[in-house]
């Protein structure tokens, strides 16, 4: 078991990893609460949630189950538990559980940050991915004209990842984790990128899965450590995510993952990386461990044009300046302004040399 700290400006907490540890979660509570509820969706409550239940060593324990997918992050879910919790009488002293993938963590989170204007909550992964969503404390619900448009900063006292639970991860989510693990190696470790670069998905070792959610979540808490609010630093963990959040809008959620999009929102910062700032990015590298772990390659010429109007209307867009996370070199990110036709330049040129399988 491993234990990494994270100060937050807000309250600090740990991220506790382990092996079969979900039994134990009531022990590594920080405090005493009246009661709990923990929200999952319907996938990891067959799986887990009995584990945690009997885990938890308070008397009420209360669940709520939502559908899986990104389309439970609205708002009448989020009214929906809201009630719930008031109908089971939470109080403040009271701990909501995020048990699932970033989807719970961020609907969850955010019922815990504004019920009763904010009480405790412990994240509890159950995919890849989530290994960066539960750290940094971002919770949010979606509004139908974007994703996360309502949200708070609200760090959870506890993440609690027991990496037993990965086991039983579709093929598609242990991609779509394995990408951001690529990004973070990017933005702080060439080691760790060439240690990725021999990983074949999904047979990949449990305990190789772990070392790297290890080294990821500290490069994660880090960077959340120095710029919780997203001013500066911060913006880094973006690195490939311009793009690949306009793809996910673009395809519809859930025709293609987070990650899988997040892979050619990296490839495609190599690639502007090597031309705008002249830089030296294993491009050829990424793209072969891409197409050997089967990520779809999915970006069109026809797409380029709604692609760039979406990065305009990002809620990360300032000015109406496109920003993306460039890299001079591995470990060295700079935010770069990029006006659309420049982009619209670039795009093209990427989906005529990359976006093909031959390499
Ligand atoms: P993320 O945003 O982290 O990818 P989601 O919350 O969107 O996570 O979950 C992705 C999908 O994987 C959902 O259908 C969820 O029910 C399912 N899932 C989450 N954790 C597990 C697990 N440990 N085993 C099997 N399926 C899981
Ligand atoms: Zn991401």
Redesign the pocket.
């Known amino acids: 078991m491993n234990i990494i700290h994270v100060n937050s400006v807000i309250q600090s907490y740990d991220i506790i990893i382990g092996n079969k540890i979900r039994h134990l979660v009531g022990k590594y509570l920080p405090k005493s609460y009246s009661a709990i509820l923990i929200i999952t969706?319907?996938?990891?409550a067959n799986?887990?949630v009995e584990d945690i239940v009997h885990g938890c060593n308070v008397q009420d324990v209360f669940v709520e189950v939502v559908s899986?997918?990104?389309q439970a992050k609205n708002i009448n879910t989020y009214y929906n538990l809201q009630s719930k919790a008031i109908e089971y009488q939470l109080d403040r002293k009271s701990l909501i559980i995020a048990l699932?993938?970033?989807?719970?963590?961020d609907l969850a989170g955010f019922v815990a940050a504004t019920f009763m204007r904010g009480i405790d909550y412990v994240q509890i992964?159950?995919?890849?991915?989530?290994h960066d969503?539960s750290v940094g404390g971002k919770v949010a619900i979606n509004h139908e004209s974007g994703k996360n448009l309502i949200g708070s900063f609200y760090p959870p006292v506890l993440v609690f990842y027991d990496t037993d639970?990965?086991?039983?991860?579709?093929e598609r989510?242990i991609r779509?984790?394995y990408a951001e693990l690529i990004k973070e190696a990017m933005l702080a470790d060439s080691e760790l990128l060439e240690r990725l670069w021999n990983v074949s998905l999904p047979e990949v070792h449990m305990e190789e899965t772990t070392y790297f959610l290890e080294r990821g979540i500290s490069i994660k808490a880090d960077i959340v450590e120095q710029d919780e609010r997203e001013s500066g630093k911060r913006m880094f963990l973006n690195l490939g995510h311009t793009l690949g959040h306009a793809l996910e809008t673009k395809l519809g959620y859930g025709v293609i993952?987070?990650?899988e999009a997040v892979a050619i929102g990296l490839l495609f910062a190599l690639f502007v990386s090597n031309r705008e700032l002249k830089a030296d990015l294993p491009i050829h590298a990424l793209k072969t461990w891409l197409i050997k772990n089967r990520y779809p390659l999915v970006l069109s010429l026809e797409m380029i044009d709604d692609l760039v109007k979406i990065m305009k209307y990002d809620k990360k867009t300032i000015y109406k300046q496109i920003q993306m996370v460039l890299l001079q070199g591995i470990s060295a990110p700079v935010i770069h302004m990029i006006d659309d036709s420049k982009l619209k330049k670039y795009l093209t040129a990427f989906v005529m040399e990359e976006m093909k399988e031959g390499i």
Request: aromatic share 2%; no cysteine; net charge negative.
């Open positions: 969706d319907s996938n990891v799986l887990y899986p997918g990104e699932g993938g970033g989807v719970i963590g992964p159950t995919t890849i991915l989530a969503s639970m990965l086991k039983t991860l579709p989510e779509s984790g993952t987070h990650g």
